[in-house]
């Protein structure tokens, strides 16, 4: 039997690491992201390559009702913001953040929904014309964001510190709450906000923890938590999720109404 395209569910671009496993690049992108889209968002995931191709990504957008950008073990190129020099150390991600910061000014234009997650939280920023702190932990103004990474994922990823939820805001808005608690995995955030993002959260210490896109004229969010982990189990972390599949629901409603 034929699915109606009016009950199919919305197909949400999730994008994709460049990573070596042994000695071959693959695409990649997290169970968990994955997991969340499907059973959170109840969208279907489509798997974004690290290809940089811009008309691509223009032919793509045009199909997809929801972009995630996902959290990662790299860091967005500080060249991208005008930062100094990398450390030898530092891990890169090139073709992600060659994808991923056209993308996201595609994704505004066309209206599409979008939510970024951790890694994703910063490309924005640094998209839409921010710049980040390479090193929270150097600069001497900040609580400890980073995981410890000798202790188990579940402690990890455990509820690390409170943060303060901006009144009249999107936040406020799915949580009709004004302070809640959230894990925290990162070792960059924040230095200078891009003008067209509006404060959603700040931890205890004012490091920004959540933004929106002030003008955007469909679901354009991002934290630097990671809701995606074990969402199930956490209230909060359910509701961002649903928020975005509403939204990509309606995009795709728009979209199959304008055939």
């Not at 992108?29 to 798997?47: D, F, Q, R, T």
């Not at 940089?52 to 991208?80: C, F, R, W």
């Not at 891990?91 to 996201?104: F, M």
Request: with cysteine.
């Amino acid at each position: 039997m034929t699915v109606e395209p009016s009950h199919s569910r919305p197909l949400v671009g999730v994008v994709c690491d460049m990573e070596i496993i042994g000695p071959h690049p693959f695409h990649v992108a997290g169970h968990k992201y994955i997991h969340a889209v499907i059973e959170g968002s109840n969208c279907i995931p489509v798997l974004i390559p690290a290809l940089a191709n811009e008309q691509a990504l223009e032919q793509l957008i045009k199909s997809l009702d929801g972009i995630l950008l996902t959290g990662g073990y790299s860091m967005v190129h500080p060249s991208h913001y005008q930062g100094n020099t990398p450390d030898a150390d530092t891990k890169l991600d090139p073709n992600r953040d060659n994808t991923t910061l056209p993308l996201i000014k595609l994704a505004i234009e066309n209206q599409v929904p979008i939510f970024g997650i951790c890694r994703g939280f910063q490309e924005m920023n640094v998209a839409l014309g921010g710049s980040l702190h390479q090193k929270l932990h150097e600069t001497g103004e900040y609580i400890e964001h980073r995981e410890d990474k000798n202790v188990s994922l579940e402690q990890q990823y455990d509820l690390a510190h409170p943060i303060n939820i901006a009144s009249g805001g999107v936040l406020q808005s799915l949580f009709a709450e004004s302070c809640i608690q959230v894990n925290s995995l990162h070792t960059q955030g924040v230095q200078r906000l891009a003008p067209s993002l509006s404060i959603e959260a700040t931890a205890e210490d004012g490091l920004i923890e959540a933004f929106s896109v002030s003008d955007a004229k469909a679901f354009a969010l991002a934290v630097q938590w990671h809701p995606e982990w074990q969402f199930e189990n956490n209230l909060y972390s359910r509701k961002l999720f649903a928020a975005f599949g509403q939204a990509c629901l309606s995009r795709q409603q728009v979209k199959n109404h304008h055939g």
